[in-house]
Nanobody, 127 residues
Framework: HVQLVESGGGSVQAGGSLRLSCEAP?????????MGWFRQAPGKEREGVAR????????YYADSVKGRFTISQDNAKNTLYLQMNALKPEDTAMYYC????????????????????WGQGTQVTVS
């Protein structure tokens, strides 16, 4: 059973920062996954924020967060992070961690249908 556990959400004022974490306990071959962060605001579709290839460290960001958000990982801990700076009210959403078995090289991979495993989500509210 593939499990993802997010944490780190909360409420912050505009311009502030938060760091989200996503633990993947028990993953084997963690370096062969594509790990992503997604968000979904009320009444809106789920959208990709950033993703990282756990083996190469290659990253991809949505235009809306480039320069403000940073995705990173600690492979020794099977943990994914999303550092969010200069937060805006429009960043308010439920944030989800997702994973997909994807060894090798690939491009964007930032659509929800491209991921098989999902966490339960953590709420981020920016006022």
């Amino acid at each position: 059973h593939v499990q993802l556990v997010e944490s780190g959400g909360g409420s912050v004022q505009a311009g502030g920062s938060l760091r989200l974490s996503c633990e993947a306990p028990g993953y084997t071959h963690y370096s062969s996954y594509c790990m992503g962060w997604f968000r979904q605001a009320p009444g809106k579709e789920r959208e990709g924020v950033a993703r990282i290839a756990t083996g190469s460290g290659n990253t991809y960001y949505a235009d809306s967060v480039k320069g403000r958000f940073t995705i990173s990982q600690d492979n020794a801990k099977n943990t994914l992070y999303l550092q969010m700076n200069a937060l805006k009210p429009e960043d308010t959403a439920m944030y989800y961690c997702a994973a997909d078995w994807r060894p090798g090289q690939y491009g964007r991979v930032l659509e929800p249908f491209e991921y098989n495993y999902w966490g339960q989500g953590t709420q981020v509210t920016v006022s």
